[in-house]
């Protein structure tokens, strides 16, 4: 273990901090971004988040370590510093229930599986997210989709942007979490722009599909997070052209690189067509890391 100061704090109190270290530290090799963790920490009102656990050396902030939910960990640690990710699992192990745990990370995140392997965290197989790249200084011009508009929204409307989301993702019987109330405070967490918040309009005024970008002003990473569009509206390229639409309007912000995490796994193929056609090419890919056995019944166990 490394001789580290360790402060535990709520996500709300912490994740500016969580924000300006995954800013610092990225890379195309890394798995955190700004605009992620103010979309996971800030979807919904009712996430059952639990706390977070800085570390510093010498008074700099090194890493973090986020107990998303009791069973899930997220962490992030500086390259510079590998011990500290067992200080980071070995806090959240601490305070984990008994039953099995999981985390993630990028397989290009060496020294934190490296570090989680010694914790006793092991590769599991399960469903994986692959990191696009699109460089914005080729990026193509946004198609027109007869019958729509494209257009940013206004910082007014979180109620109707937040309906669009849940047309969009709420699978026929299910729920999403983003609420009126919860976009609300998405709207208020930087680095959110409503600028780079685009919506596909009917004529009637009805937004039916829609693009996030969030722009790190640090690195010039322009995130896509997240994509959707209604299912009655699905097929006739607004998905991509709305993308498109957010991503020309955070190039004009300063943005250089475009970033979009679809899953890679064979069961939900479509997202990764949609944002290969725009463009972006296929980096690495997540991992998903279990501690201790499957439960019985646990979907996991493979
Ligand atoms: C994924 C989603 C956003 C696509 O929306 P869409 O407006 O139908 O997508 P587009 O019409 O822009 O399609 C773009 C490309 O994907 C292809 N595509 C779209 N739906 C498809 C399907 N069901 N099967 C195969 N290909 C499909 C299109 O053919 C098109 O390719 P092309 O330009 O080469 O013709 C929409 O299905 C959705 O909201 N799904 C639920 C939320 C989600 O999964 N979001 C993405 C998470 S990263």
């Known amino acids: 273990m490394s001789t580290v100061g360790t402060a535990v704090a709520s996500v709300d109190e912490a994740l500016p901090q969580m924000q300006e270290l995954a800013s610092r530290l990225w ?24 706390p977070v656990a800085l570390f510093r050396v010498a008074g700099e902030l090194v890493g973090w370590a986020w107990a998303e939910a009791d069973d899930w960990l997220e962490l992030c640690v500086d390259p510079a510093h590998p011990d500290v ?48 790249h699109l460089d914005l200084t080729a990026l193509r011009d946004v198609p027109p989709v007869p019958g729509y508009t494209l257009r940013h929204v206004e910082p007014s409307e979180h109620e109707e942007r937040a309906a669009c989301h849940r047309a969009a993702w709420a699978a026929p019987g ?20 409503h600028e780079l918040d685009w919506v596909a309009v009917t004529a009637e005024g009805e937004m039916v599909a829609s693009c996030l970008v969030w722009l790190d002003p640090g690195t010039g990473v322009a995130l896509v997070e997240p994509v959707g569009c209604a ?3 699905r097929g006739r390229g607004l998905a991509g052209a709305v993308s498109l639409a957010a991503l ?14 679809p ?40």
Do not use: K
């Open 174 to 193: 299910g729920t999403s979490r983003v609420s009126a109330a919860a976009y609300a405070g998405l709207m208020a967490t930087p680095p959110y722009r």
């Open 85 to 132: 990710v067992d200080d980071a699992a070995g806090w959240f192990l601490d305070r984990a229930p008994a039953g099995p745990l999981r985390t993630m990370t990028l397989e290009t995140e060496t020294g934190v599986l490296a570090g989680l392997s010694r914790a006793g965290f092991e590769v599991e197989d399960q469903p994986w997210f692959t990191h696009h």
């Open 27 to 50: 890379t195309r090799s890394a798995r955190h971004h700004p605009g992620q963790l103010a979309w996971s920490a800030r979807y919904g009102l009712d996430l059952g988040h639990g």
């Open 248 to 261: 020309h309007a955070a190039r004009d912000a300063g943005a250089s690189l475009g970033l979009v995490c």
């Open 231 to 233: 299912p009655d509206h």
């Open 263 to 302: 899953r890679g796994d064979d069961d939900h193929p479509v997202p990764g067509r949609v944002y290969r056609a725009l463009g972006f090419e296929p980096g690495p890919r997540t991992l998903t890391l279990r501690f201790g056995s499957p439960t019985s019944g646990d979907l996991s166990a493979s």
